[in-house]
């Protein structure tokens, strides 16, 4: 049976994995990110308002073996040096897709060289790529290897 200092450091650990475990799953890290790769494909969502000041609207279209997910930047997005990570942030809040890495990839593509864009485009079905930046971004356009859904911008 353990004494009162073992079931105090028991408990700790115990709190300590649990958070651990809750602060992975809400960053996108951990046993959960796997699990969204196969998420089940998300459902239509119309053109809505995000209330962000870096997305004006966003909406997904679920095509049946994959999705795209569509937004419009605001301003504040198409300067350079946005807060890249806040506007992942906003879209995800915005409109609900799961968290595949081809699509963060993407998105940071679409900051980084097509910021200027009045629309951008993620397709669900284009393959990761970590390596884009350095893989001729002018060249693919943030729309490497194909997709049904049509060109990205």
Partial sequence: MLGSTGTARATKRFALVAVTTLAATL????????????APLPPDQGWRSCGSLLIDKASVDNRGDMFKVNMVPSHALRVPHPSVGAAWGDLRNCVTFPNLDTLRQQFDCHAAFGRKEPEWNMESDRFSNP????????RH?????????????
Avoid: E, I, V
Wanted: proline share 6%; charged share 15%.
């Fill in 131 to 138: 390596d884009w930046k350095t893989d001729n971004p002018t």
């Fill in 141 to 153: 356009k943030c729309s490497w290897g194909s997709s049904d859904g049509g060109g990205s911008s």
């Fill in 27 to 38: 960053l996108g890290a951990g046993p959960a990110a796997g699990q969204a790769q196969a």
